[in-house]
């Protein structure tokens, strides 16, 4: 008989683990032990089910072929005892055995093992908030807590739901609860939305979209507690108001299931995940590690991190299973590639942020580039927003965030694959990428940003951020604001300017420029900014030193413009 290999946890990368190990190696003896009653199933795809998308709950714990991945699915194809509502109490190291418990029937035992791979996950941080308990406050860990949640929506008892976290799992389920007519506000004590993923002016963008379909936002706001009557929920109590309910999500965070591995001496990273080597083994070297209870290195900022998603658990246990069978696969790290979509706006970001970048001493220099997802001639394109920052003094790429309607991924994954080899923002500018207008821009959006960021940086043109320029408007009003857009499109969407803004359309600003003043300090508006860079050229070239163009444009503060 295979050398045994015993599994805890199942969800994502200790199934992954267990059926790459099959593949590898007909004879081993492989057990997943599971806590739940599900081996097998796509954890992120359950706010989709709570919105209706995904019909039935067994939609996600099938294969693409429409298998269940239940327990028979894994002794019948895979040939991999899994041993279900089972929970893992101990680990003896020494005798190398894992000591178990039935949770139905109380029956002990112990599982022997050769190697053993932790794949416990991560858990909903249960904040200690008065009220938690009443019926009708809800966590999403499993698929039944999702079921629980549209049961009651189906009932017509959820009209009103709080959703206390405005992070990825917060946002995806306000969209799920517009599609089942329910009436969503999101408690956040964060100061916006997607805290740590975007940066303050690309969430403001998320959040306008966000009140646009009538969800509410109470930012900035710590909840104080849960209150009922009659042991159901009536009200979340926020250190501001009394936000009346019916429902109530609590979604304010992960943290990794690492209690079985503390009691079992083995050691914990600096983020409070299982430290782990490039071969996933952790301080055990017959014991490894892998999915949201592990730990990583960050690509971009050379430091250990805890980013738990289940496209990286997935490639821990393919790695895994491959160093099991005595190859030496190495797990290089993350650069945090992630992506959401909220009432009809995609979010996408990698890397870190500029406030990041700032706070770990980088010098950070970004672009902002409001684009189409296709040529602006081709029908059905839909706008998006991208934010590229790059280092001033390295030129090495840090991250992108881009949001909007459009097509968010192709942009992410093409900056990830940049960050994952280190690469620069020169690199990224002068990538052979693909063109056709049904598909994006002839110089495509990130090239169009990496341009705007490496003119920064090479000092070609002065930008004015989006918070500058209104601030700029109400202190600086001796200044000249120079609008270039046609006529028609200042009677459409007139200057934020009270009147003060000056039209003189691109196309005749050279034949205009002795009647400007070129001793004032000169700000340059259009509809996305790239006239703007035009003809801050221009009067530069014709001896205006004090000129300025606000980044992105009109259209990017006609969409932040409500705070």
Not at 203 to 216: P, S, T
Request: hydrophobic residues 40%; contains cysteine; aromatic residues 4%.
């Amino acid at each position: 008989m295979g050398q045994k290999v015993v599994v805890i946890g199942g969800v994502a990368c200790g199934p992954k683990a267990a059926a790459r190990l099959r593949r590898k190696d007909p004879e081993a003896q492989i057990t997943i032990i599971e806590r739940g009653p599900f081996v097998s199933y796509a954890g992120c795809g359950i706010p989709y089910y709570i919105g209706g998308v995904v019909e039935e709950l067994e939609g996600l714990m099938k294969t693409s072929h429409g298998t269940l991945r239940d327990v028979l699915y894994f002794d019948k194809v895979k040939n991999v005892k899994v041993m279900a509502r089972t929970e893992a109490a101990a680990i003896d190291r020494a005798n190398k055995t894992v000591k178990t418990k039935n949770l139905d029937t109380g029956e002990e035992a112990e599982v022997p093992y050769d190697k053993l791979v932790m794949a416990t996950g991560g858990a909903p941080v249960m904040p200690p908030f008065p009220g938690m308990d009443l019926e009708g406050v809800f966590t999403l860990r499993r698929p039944t807590d999702a079921e629980a949640l549209r049961a009651k929506i189906e009932a017509g008892e959820a009209d009103r739901v709080c959703i206390v976290g405005a992070g990825r799992i917060g946002l995806e389920v306000a969209e799920g609860l517009a599609n089942q007519a329910c009436d969503a506000t999101i408690v956040d004590i964060a100061p916006q939305v997607l805290f740590g993923l975007l940066d303050p002016d690309m969430a403001l963008v998320v959040e306008n979209a966000l009140r646009a379909e009538n969800v509410v936002l109470h930012l900035g706001e710590g909840v104080k507690s849960i209150e009922g009557e009659d042991g159901k929920v009536t009200k979340v109590v926020t250190d501001k108001r009394e936000i009346e309910t019916d429902a109530v999500l609590v979604a304010v965070g992960v943290r990794p299931e690492v209690a079985l591995a503390k009691a079992a001496g083995l050691e914990i990273g600096e983020t409070g995940a299982i430290l782990v080597d490039e071969y996933l083994v952790t301080s055990d070297p017959d014991i490894y590690a892998g999915g949201d209870c592990a730990e990583n290195n960050n690509l971009v900022t050379g430091k250990k991190c805890w980013i738990p998603l289940g496209s990286t658990a997935n490639r821990h246990g393919r790695i895994i299973a491959n160093n099991i069978m005595g190859e030496k696969a190495k797990f290089p790290g993350v650069v945090g590639t992630g992506i959401l979509r909220t009432l009809g706006v995609n979010v996408a970001s990698t890397g870190i942020t500029a406030t990041k970048a700032r706070e770990l001493g980088f010098d950070p220099v970004y672009g902002l580039a409001p684009s189409g997802d296709k040529s602006h001639f081709y029908p059905g394109g839909k706008n998006i927003l991208i934010k590229l920052v790059a280092d001033a003094k390295s030129r090495k790429l840090l991250g992108i965030q881009v949001v909007g309607p459009g097509d968010v991924v192709r942009r992410v994954d093409t900056v990830a694959a940049v960050l994952t080899f280190g690469g620069t923002v020169d690199d990224l500018a002068e990538m052979d990428l693909a063109y056709s207008p049904p598909f994006g821009t002839a110089i495509e959006a990130v090239a169009h940003a990496a341009n705007i960021v490496r003119n920064r940086i090479d000092g070609i043109a002065e930008v004015m951020t989006q918070k500058e320029f209104r601030e700029f408007l109400e202190t600086k009003l001796d200044a000249l604001i120079l609008d270039v857009r046609s006529a028609h499109e200042v009677e459409n969407i007139p200057a934020p300017a009270d009147g003060r803004c000056q039209n003189v359309a691109l196309g005749d600003l050279r034949s205009r420029i002795s009647d400007l003043p070129s001793d004032k300090e000169t700000v340059i508006l259009c509809a996305l900014g790239q006239r703007s860079y035009e003809a801050v050229l221009a009067l530069k070239g014709a001896g205006f030193n004090k000129v300025r163009y606000v980044e992105g444009g009109l259209n990017v503060f006609t969409r932040s413009a409500s705070e």
